[in-house]
């Protein structure tokens, strides 16, 4: 007999979840959350790109002669990406000193790290188009529920636009520091987590466009023009992610994975992120009763960092466009009955053309928002995924 995986049995039993505010939620957000949102005339174009879309971008801005040692390096470094790249740039300016590396000294490195990340914060630097978009539709969501614990942002991303969307909703929220001016960093306020419930708590765990450093290497938030202190992913990432505030910011992570009963969503995060990844391996192995659902855009079998450990970590469903592993079982999709009366009506905004379309932040985030208006809440619960969460 071939295992199949229902998405109406898990997406019934996922809404019903959604519009009750007894759980403790988080949602991950990563680099494709801001790729869903289009803003081209006549194709396809991203607010702000994924990595290799920056990267092109980046490297079209470069001079010409910064552009002939990026790619030098680009072809030094396995697998490279902008990232990798900007990694070994500031590496090689900490190092070097007066000695020439592809032509470049320290100095020079340094320079280029500089001119990169202008570069990189222009291009995040994007605000949400006018109207709806998939962050106020999240935003709504978390809104158009009395809660009793405070829903979670988790994010990698440097951009504004979770800011932006819930300032423009006048959704009061917290992301760790405190002040106005010159905003600085409070761990003690993150680690007792004592605000009303109402308040979103934000958490930028490779940092922000409009974090900086002051004179005494103290990382404050403000709305000038310093370059902001961002996180990349290699070697450096893990140093960085030791001192603070990154290291508040991932124990926050864990502590709220270590909480009974609590649901980390996952949207436009790709698991290849090792370090994250480590922390919510740990933490699913740690606390059972966590469970991590993660939404993926790709096909099952191109999603192969989600998908190994979700094969390893049953209480890690990963859904996408294909299939599923739910319970460490990796099977394809296949549509049902309906649960109740009317569910096409549902099903429409997550399956399409024989495919599950919440992989796509839009639609998730769409989908999170009609929640709020569909009457769940005395329906029955019958499923082995809603009985892991009650």
Known sequence: MTTIHNPDQYMYDFKHIMTHGKKKIGVLIGAGAPVSIDIGIDEWKPLIPDIAGLTKIVKERLTPTELTVYDSLENEIPNCNLE???????????????????????????????????????VVSAGLPEGESPYSNLISWINGIN??????????????????????????????????????????SISSNDLPPRWIRLWKLHGSINWSKNENGEITRSVGDQDGTMVYPSHIKYDQTQSAPFSSLFDRLKSF???????????????????????????????????I???????????????????????????????????????????????????????????????????????LAKFLANSNGDKMYDLPVSSEVADEHE
Request: hydrophobic fraction near 40%; proline fraction near 4%; charged fraction near 25%.
């Open 147 to 188: 809660r009793d614990h405070a829903v979670e942002i988790f994010t990698t991303n440097y951009d504004l636009l979770l800011e932006e969307a819930m300032e423009l909703a006048k959704t009061p929220y917290f992301d760790g520091f405190s002040g106005s001016r010159i905003a600085f960093f409070d761990p003690s």
């Open 257 to 291: 994975l270590l909480e009974p009963d609590t649901i980390l969503l996952t949207a436009g995060f790709s698991f290849a992120d090792a370090h994250i990844s480590a922390k919510l391996d740990e933490c699913l192995s740690e606390n059972p009763s966590a469970s």
């Open 84 to 122: 990798l790249a900007l990694s070994r740039i500031r590496s090689l300016s900490e190092v070097i000193g007066t000695f020439k590396v592809n032509g470049f000294d320290a100095s020079e490195y340094s320079t280029l790290s500089v001119n990169i990340c202008k570069i990189i914060k222009d």
């Open 293 to 363: 659902l993660a939404f993926q855009y790709k096909n099952l079998e191109y999603e192969t960092c989600a998908k190994s450990l979700a094969i390893r970590r049953p209480n890690l469903s990963v859904y996408c466009k294909n299939g599923a592993v739910i319970n460490g079982i990796e099977a394809p999709w296949k549509i049902g009955e309906e649960p109740t009366k009317n569910w096409k009506i549902i099903r429409n905004e997550y399956w399409k053309e024989e495919q599950f379309i919440l992989g796509d932040f839009a639609a």
